[in-house]
């Protein structure tokens, strides 16, 4: 992968000049790591679990053995209070509403909102919406020292349900609620729920399902996307995907109490069989709410197809998309096997993956494209912006909802991924990362970080004296790229950078020490603004 060339299609030049000779590229398995931990293994391993490496993230997890450093991302998991109402009156026609169901300040997560006008109904489901996004914006911005949120991200992604298709607030929030509690768990036990879950039901059509008419919709998902995929050993047959569909008739929601739950007159009873693929297996009707559809879910985890299909989706979001067959030998298969011995228990195959010498291999650090939530997000928290906690709906939430609408405006919008395969750079060849730069969010990108110098959200002075000796120009760039881009400058980038910015277009480097030695703020800020800018708009930047 040429880890510039799409800036330059995209229509961004830089400043720099030859590029790096490519590195010689030695593979390595799934061996526990043993090389040097230093700055940039730890900051390559928290930018990838992790939206953004603060500094003081880096300092934290370098006194650690890179084992203690993933343990304590894998563990440190919590439960967080649920989104609660921000806002106030609704007003529809001239006529101000109150929503009666919730007080300021609670949470509707159980309010039905059974409001009598459809209109005002209407109104409070949508400002919940928005409350939900803002929440869990704010969960991300405030994130711990944890993979969790990258984590429900990724379930958000592969499941893919979209609020244009479901439109109930309660929906929503019970499926993501779903995700997060199981974020690090049981991947069959997962897939089991989301088959019955209500915004999954109406997503793909599954209340539809009926004996009399068979609606294959997410019979057909569940097998191409959720659980088995689209590889050369995936050799379920539309037959298959015919007799999934029958297994799941039936399955209905009620509101009130939220729930789904089996409609037996609406349910097939007959057996269904499958492929060779399934060994011919035959799952008997039942009118027993889940005795078929844990017979299907046992007949699909059984292959050995399921546990490589979603590491490989887990290698893709974490390490790179491109899986050869080198890799897939020595890395998929064998964390795949880790997965099954653990029946499908999820931590230990990202253990494995993240402690092992492939993982830290230099072919896989600062080779994909940064997507909106690590551009933004990971911008916000290396500069140490402070934001109000997650729970501060008053003065959180708008800040939280800015967060979702620049990330939205970058093309990642929660709870609306493009379609029900998720995020096309995922998996759309041959473009895959590149897909999230291109002429109308590259400038986007730009003018988000541009923004934050030219208004003092970021402390640009504050980050600088993160470096060991910001007086010598040349230790300060040294310092700061280290801390900001996975993909080191030139020795003659550098120079530039410091020429340009620094040292007033001249080599003396005593021009910026003295101005730094004696303090002189108009020099020093300015300076460090425009290098800041400069730095944050070149393509390594945009590098994970």
């Not at 303090?519 to 290098?531: A, D, G, K, Y």
Request: proline content about 5%; charged content about 20%.
């Amino acid at each position: 992968m040429d880890r510039r060339e799409f800036f330059r299609r995209a229509g961004k030049k830089y400043a720099g000049t030859k590029k790096k000779a490519a590195q010689q590229r030695f593979f390595a398995g799934l061996n526990p790591y043993s090389g040097p931990w230093t700055i940039n293994e730890v900051t390559h391993l928290l930018k990838r679990t992790m939206f953004g490496a603060r500094k003081a993230d880096v300092d934290h997890f370098l006194a650690m053995s890179p084992s203690a450093a993933v343990d304590e991302l894998l563990n440190n998991i919590t439960v967080p209070s649920p989104p609660v109402r921000d806002y106030g009156l609704l007003e529809d026609d001239g006529i101000w509403y109150d929503d009666l169901g919730v007080a300021i300040g609670q949470t509707w997560i159980n309010d039905p909102n059974i409001a009598s006008a459809v209109e005002i109904r209407g109104q409070i489901n949508s400002r919940r919406k928005d409350s939900l996004k803002k929440w869990w914006a704010g969960l991300i911005i405030n994130q711990q020292r944890s993979i969790q949120e990258k984590m429900v991200l990724f379930w958000h992604h592969h499941f893919s349900v979209q609020e244009s298709e479901i439109d109930n607030v309660q929906f929503l929030y019970r499926h993501h609620a779903l995700l997060r509690s199981n974020v690090l768990g049981n991947f069959k036990t997962l897939v089991r729920e989301v088959t019955v879950d209500p915004a999954m039901l109406v997503h793909l059509n599954g209340y539809l399902n009926t004996r009399l008419a068979p609606d294959e919709n997410y019979a057909r998902e569940l097998q191409e996307l959720f659980a088995i995929g689209k590889g050369n050993d995936s050799q379920y047959t539309e037959n298959d995907v015919i007799a999934a569909a029958r297994v799941l008739t039936g399955w209905r929601i009620n509101s009130i109490p939220l729930e789904s739950y089996l409609d037996v007159s609406a349910h097939d009873t007959g057996s269904k069989t499958f492929s060779a693929f399934y060994n011919n297996t035959t799952i008997a009707g039942s009118t027993d709410p889940y005795q078929e559809l844990d017979a299907l879910m046992d007949m699909i985890f059984t292959t050995t197809e399921a546990a490589r299909f979603i590491c490989r989706k887990l290698y893709k979001w974490f390490v790179y998309y491109d899986i050869s067959d080198t890799t897939e030998t020595d890395v998929i298969i064998p964390m795949a096997e880790v997965l099954r011995s653990n029946n499908f228990e999820v931590k230990p195959a990202l253990e494995v993956l993240f402690k092992s010498d492939h993982f830290f291999e230099l072919t896989n650090q600062a080779c994909y494209i940064k997507n909106p939530y690590d551009m933004i997000v990971g911008t916000l928290r290396e500069f140490n912006v402070a934001y109000p906690p997650y729970t501060d709906y008053i003065n959180g939430y708008p800040l939280f909802y800015s967060i979702y609408q620049q990330a939205s405006d970058m093309q990642q919008q929660l709870f609306q991924p493009p379609d029900v395969s998720g995020w096309p750079s995922y998996y759309q060849e041959p473009m895959h990362y590149e897909l999230w730069v291109n002429s109308n969010s590259l400038p986007r990108r730009a003018d988000f970080t541009d923004a934050l110098v030219n208004d003092a959200v970021i402390d640009t002075r504050a980050f600088a004296n993160y470096s060991s000796n910001p007086a010598d120009p040349n230790q300060l760039i040294d310092d700061v790229t280290a801390l900001l881009l996975r993909y080191p400058l030139s020795a003659n980038s550098k120079t530039y950078v410091k020429t340009h910015f620094l040292t007033n277009n001249t080599t003396d480097d005593t021009i910026w020490t003295n101005a730094w030695n004696t303090n002189n703020n108009t020099v020093i800020n300015t300076s460090l603004r425009e290098m800041f800018k400069f730095l944050m708009n070149l393509p390594e930047y945009h590098l994970c």
